[in-house]
């Protein structure tokens, strides 16, 4: 299972859970489809993800230094 499915189904769990009035029935439901979601991550991918955070941060400074 890839990443973008990994993060669908935990997307659409996570809708369903703060959308229903009775949440427990949910939980245990969605901890089972959970558990068996993997989700194989590589030391590039990291090093990606950590790229990409480190330009969203020094956007905000700039956009905040900007404002000011």
Not at 20 to 27: M, N
Not at 54 to 64: A, G, H, V, Y
Request: no cysteine; net charge positive.
């Amino acid at each position: 299972m890839n990443m973008e499915e990994t993060a669908e189904i935990r997307n659409e769990y996570f809708d369903k859970l703060q959308n229903t009035k009775k949440p427990g029935e949910l939980i245990k439901k969605g901890n089972k489809v959970i558990s068996k979601v993997e989700v194989e991550l590589t030391m590039d991918d990291v090093k990606k993800e950590i790229r990409n955070l480190k330009k969203i941060t020094r956007r905000l400074e700039l956009m905040e230094y900007i404002q000011n």
